[in-house]
């Protein structure tokens, strides 16, 4: 991580919390965009050293304009935020030397090959050319693209050409490494090789902020996530106590044909335990707790109501229960 020489450029840090060094802080952190979308609504969040932190919502949450507020790309309408103690606002240019930016989109060198990618990248952070030269090369092999470092980057998969920027965002060692949507568009075995590559970074203690809006990801890779829609944050805390926090240990969904809210209704009177119901696509979904019986129970009710069943399923609380919960819709819409 680059030395911050001068302490005056250290602009006052809020106090994070006991014990464990933040390296993440935002406060009220908003974005409106010109023409009156407000992308991102006074998030308030904090990321811990060492931690994978995820942003995890649906498409239009305000992942991006968060992770572009805090990698400088996008100026904040009003609110705060510190990369590595360092105000993003204030010092734009000293926050970009401890960070590294995975972006959503493709931003590889196409002009130039593999290797030279990683090299200037390199150069460009104020490396000598026998450091960038030795840091592109120990990349390239960890990232198993040693074979491919003479090629074109248009000559590489949609997997190598991710794990390739991955290599290139972390080759001048920032302190942070952001994501946005790293594995989106990916084939499942690429994303399952990305995963791995994560996790690897974190084991070497490499602090991650990620954005994802699947909630299997944000759920086995993270430490801690945030659960954002419509640029508000909704939840934050670990996948488990999120997961926790749902009323219920069971999750019963029923899809049926007909009045749904009928449904929902004669399920929440008649059904021992029920502790919710919401309705997704089609279907009503009953958080259920402690009832052996209920799944039983569940098929008499519906189908002394007239209700054809065309489906029906019991599982553990997930993500996307703590979403639905949180907004009455599902993360896929
Ligand atoms: N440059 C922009 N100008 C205007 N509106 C934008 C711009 N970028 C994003 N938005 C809007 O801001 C909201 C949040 O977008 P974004 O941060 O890209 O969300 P996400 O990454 O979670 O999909 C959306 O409603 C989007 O249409
Ligand atoms: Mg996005």
């Not at 995975?102 to 104020?126: C, I, K, M, S």
Request: net charge negative.
């Amino acid at each position: 991580m680059p030395r911050l020489s001068a302490e005056a450029e250290i602009t006052s840090v809020p106090a994070p919390a006991a014990g464990r060094a933040e390296v993440i802080r935002t406060e009220k952190l908003t974005k409106v965009y010109p023409g009156g979308v407000k992308a991102v609504d006074e998030i308030d969040l904090g990321v811990y050293e060492g931690e994978i932190f995820g942003l995890l919502g649906p498409n239009g949450a305000g992942k991006t304009t968060t992770t572009g507020m805090l990698t400088t790309t996008v100026i904040p309408t009003s609110g705060r935020a510190w990369v590595g103690g360092i105000d993003v606002i204030a010092q734009p240019a000293l926050a970009k030397q401890v960070i590294g930016v995975v972006p959503q989109t493709n931003t590889l060198d196409r002009a130039l090959t593999v290797w030279e990618n990683l090299y200037y990248h390199g150069r460009f952070f104020g490396m000598s050319a026998k450091e960038a030269r030795a840091e592109a090369d120990f990349r390239l092999e960890q990232f198993r693209l040693t074979d491919r470092a003479k090629m074109p980057v248009l000559a590489l998969s949609g997997g190598m050409a991710q794990r390739l920027m991955v290599a290139r965002s972390i080759l001048h060692h920032p302190a942070i490494l952001f994501l946005d949507e790293p594995t989106a568009g990916l084939d499942p075995q690429s994303r399952i090789a990305l995963w791995e590559i994560l996790g690897q970074l974190h084991a070497q203690g490499q602090t991650i902020l990620l954005t994802t809006h699947y909630m299997e990801e944000a759920d086995q890779l993270c430490d801690r996530l945030a659960i954002v829609d419509h640029g508000r944050l909704l939840a934050l805390d670990t996948p488990g106590a999120l997961k926790r926090s749902i009323d219920a240990d069971t999750v019963i969904t029923i899809s049926a044909d007909g009045d749904l809210d009928r449904l929902a209704a004669m399920l929440r009177d008649s059904v021992a335990g029920v502790d919710n119901t919401q309705q997704v696509d089609g279907s009503v979904a009953l958080g259920v707790r402690g009832s052996r019986a209920a799944l039983r129970d569940v098929i008499a009710v519906a189908e002394r109501g007239g209700y054809a069943i065309n489906d029906i399923s019991v599982s553990e609380p997930t993500l996307e229960t703590v979403f639905i919960q949180l907004t009455g819709k599902d993360l896929r819409d």
